[in-house]
């Protein structure tokens, strides 16, 4: 896992228009990067619409929202146009983004195990650094709890 203070790992993956998208692009700006496991299950459907919800909150406090999973485009077109999400979601199918910040890990589930992305917030701040990081975040009420950092 990446630490507070490191230099954000760069992320060259698709959005769910499938368009190209690179973090290095928000270079000046806040950046709250949430990973979570999978578009349109309980969580992380909680968790995405606390971001809407309080979506002009970060704006006003000059915050980007953007969210990733190991989803595909079209899994994420479909999650963001049901939850009228708007910000950036991206498309980690293949989990390199993951990976890129150590999210990407062994879960178990009933006695089973496998590997999955573990629900973890970064803030990157305007020089391209980590500022903070959320691991093992509770949906609920999460929103709040970046908004309060930032």
Do not use: N
Request: proline share 5%; hydrophobic share 40%.
């Amino acid at each position: 896992m990446i630490k507070i203070g490191q230099k954000a790992p760069e992320l060259k993956l698709t959005d769910s228009t499938g368009a190209s998208f690179q973090l290095l692009s928000f270079k000046g700006k806040t950046v709250v990067l949430y990973f979570y496991p999978k578009a349109d299950t309980p969580g992380c459907t909680t968790e995405s619409c606390e971001f809407r919800d309080h979506s002009e909150a970060f704006a006003a406090k000059g915050a980007v929202i953007i969210g990733i999973s190991p989803d595909t485009e079209r899994a994420q077109t479909k999650f963001q146009k049901r939850f009228d999400l708007p910000f950036t979601l991206l498309a980690d199918a293949d989990h390199t983004g993951a990976e890129a910040y150590g999210v990407w890990r062994e879960k178990s589930m009933y006695g089973r195990t496998y590997m999955g992305v573990a629900r973890t917030t970064f803030v990157i701040g305007p020089d391209g650094k980590i500022a903070h990081i959320f691991d093992k975040v509770k949906p609920a009420g999460h929103a709040e709890e970046v908004l309060a950092v930032l």
